[in-house]
C-alpha cells in the first residue's frame, strides 16, 4: 500500500480530497493540520477511525516534526493544501500568511527534499511534491480574458503574494534540486464543509439566521466557480498522471458576479426552506464598503488540464450549488458547533492524535 501525505486535509478543500481517496483509491492517507480557526476534523467524523487515514496533528512550520514523520511513514508523494487561505483575513492580519504560506511552505519542500534524498532512484522519480495553488496569483482581469498557465503573475493581496511567493518556492526546488513537482492553480471552490467566512456559506448561514447579506462594492465582481468535489478530482488526476515541473490551471467554467451567486442562493433558499415571515431572502441584501484592493474578475482557461489528462467539471453551477445549499440545510449542526467554537474541542473528545 503507497502512502500519501495530505497537508491541510482537516480544512475545506483537503477534507474533500481526503474523502475522495479514501473512497475511491487504495492509498494510506496520512491527513497532517495544525488545526488553526480553519481546521476541523468534524469533516471527516465518519472517516476518522478508518483503517487507510491516519490524522497527526502536525504544523508545517516545524521541520523537525516533519522530518520525523517522513522517517516514520515513508510517504510516496505529497499534496500540499496547507495554508492561511481568506483573502479578508489577510488584509487585517497578513503576518500569518507570511509565516504559513511561505515559511511553512519552503520548510515542507525541506523536509520534502531531505527525505526525498534518502530514498533509491526509482522511487526518487516515481515521488511526487504537489503544490495547490490560486488562480489568484495571476491578479485580475478586465471584462475579457482568461488565466492561463503562463500568465504572468501579479498577486494584489497578502494572501495571494503569498501563494504567488510558495508557487516560485516550489518551482525552484524544482529546477535547482530535481524535486519532482507539479503545481495546480484553481479558481474559486464551494461545496460543503466551507468555513462560514467565505462568500458561499457566509451567505446561506446569515439568510437562515435572517441576517444581512453584505455585498462589497457594487456586488459586480465576477468569480469562476468549481465545486470541490471536482477540485479533488482534478488534484487526484493531476497528483497520477500530471507531468513533472508542469503547472495546471483548474476551473468550472462558471464565471459568476457576486450578485448573481447571492440571487441564486437566495431564490434556492426560497424554494428549499421558505422564510417564516413569507418574506423572499433577497431582501436581506445589503451593500457594505468594498474590499480593499479587491479583484475585478477571475475566469480559468482550464484547457491544459483537459486536453492533457482528460479532466472535466461533473457539476454545473446549478447542480453543484443546489446540492451545497441541500448539505447547509441537512447539516445545520455543522455550522452551529463553528459559530460556537465547540468544534475546536472536538479532536480532544474524538481522538488523541
Ligand atoms: P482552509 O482554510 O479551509 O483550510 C486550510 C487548512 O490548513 C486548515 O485545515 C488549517 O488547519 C490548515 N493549516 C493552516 N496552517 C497550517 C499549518 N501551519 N500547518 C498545518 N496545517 C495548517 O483552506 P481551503 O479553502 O481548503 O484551501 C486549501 C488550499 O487550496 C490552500 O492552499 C488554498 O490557497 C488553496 N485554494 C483554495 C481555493 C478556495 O476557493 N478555497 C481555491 C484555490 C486554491
Ligand atoms: O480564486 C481562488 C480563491 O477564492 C482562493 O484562493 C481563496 O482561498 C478563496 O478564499 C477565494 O477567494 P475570494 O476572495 O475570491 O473568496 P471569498 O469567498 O472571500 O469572496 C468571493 C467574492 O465575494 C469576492 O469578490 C468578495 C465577495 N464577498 C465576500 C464576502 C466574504 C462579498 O461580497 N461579501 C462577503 O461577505
Known amino acids: ?38 481546521g476541523n476534523l468534524e469533516s471527516l467524523a465518519d472517516l476518522i477511525d478508518h483503517p487507510r487515514h491516519i490524522f497527526r496533528r502536525t504544523d508545517i512550520c516545524e521541520r523537525a516534526a516533519l522530518d520525523a514523520l517522513f522517517a516514520e511513514l515513508q510517504p510516496a508523494g505529497v499534496i500540499h493544501l496547507a495554508a492561511e487561505s481568506h483573502v479578508d483575513r489577510s488584509i487585517h492580519g497578513p503576518g500569518a500568511f507570511i509565516h504559513t504560506n511561505i515559511t511553512g511552505t519552503f520548510t515542507l519542500l525541506e523536509a520534502t527534499r531531505g527525505y526525498w534524498m534518502t530514498l533509491d532512484s526509482a522511487a526518487q522519480t516515481a515521488f511526487r511534491f504537489h503544490h495547490v495553488s490560486t488562480d489568484e496569483v495571476y491578479g485580475s482581469l478586465g471584462d475579457t480574458g482568461l488565466f492561463t ?139 457594505v464598503a468594498d474590499r480593499p484592493g479587491h479583484d475585478k474578475r477571475y475566469a480559468i482557461d482550464a484547457s491544459k488540464i483537459a486536453d492533457e489528462l482528460g479532466w472535466q467539471p461533473q457539476e454545473t453551477f446549478e447542480t453543484g450549488l443546489r446540492k451545497t445549499v441541500r448539505w447547509y440545510l441537512d447539516n445545520p449542526e455543522w455550522v452551529a458547533h463553528v459559530v460556537s467554537g465547540e468544534y475546536q474541542h472536538w479532536i480532544e473528545r474524538h481522538y488523541s492524535a
Not at 7 to 35: C, H, M, P, Q, Y
Not at 208 to 218: A, D, W
Request: charged fraction near 20%.
Open 1 to 38: 500500500m503507497q502512502t500519501l501525505f495530505i497537508t491541510g486535509g482537516a480544512g475545506f478543500i483537503g477534507s474533500a480530497l481526503v474523502r475522495l481517496l479514501i473512497t475511491e483509491s487504495d492509498w494510506r492517507i496520512v491527513n497532517l493540520d495544525k488545526l488553526t480557526y480553519a
Open 149 to 287: 498557465e503562463t500568465t504572468p503573475y501579479a498577486p494584489n493581496s497578502p494572501y495571494s503574494a503569498s501563494k504567488a511567493a510558495s508557487d516560485h518556492l516550489v518551482r525552484a526546488w524544482h529546477h535547482t534540486y530535481g524535486l519532482p513537482v507539479v503545481t495546480t492553480n484553481c479558481s474559486n471552490n464551494y461545496g460543503a464543509c466551507q468555513f462560514p467566512e467565505k462568500l458561499i456559506p457566509l451567505m446561506i448561514h446569515n439568510a437562515l439566521s435572517g441576517k444581512p447579506l453584505p455585498i462589497y462594492g457594487k456586488g459586480d465582481n465576477v468569480r469562476d466557480w468549481l465545486h470541490v468535489d471536482d477540485h479533488a478530482r482534478a488534484l487526484w488526476r493531476v497528483f497520477e498522471q500530471g507531468r513533472v515541473g508542469e503547472v495546471y490551471n483548474i476551473g468550472g467554467h462558471n464565471e459568476k458576479t457576486n450578485l448573481e451567486v447571492v440571487d441564486t442562493l437566495c431564490a434556492l433558499l426560497d424554494e428549499l426552506q421558505p422564510r417564516a415571515d413569507g418574506q423572499p431572502y433577497a431582501t436581506l441584501k445589503t451593500t
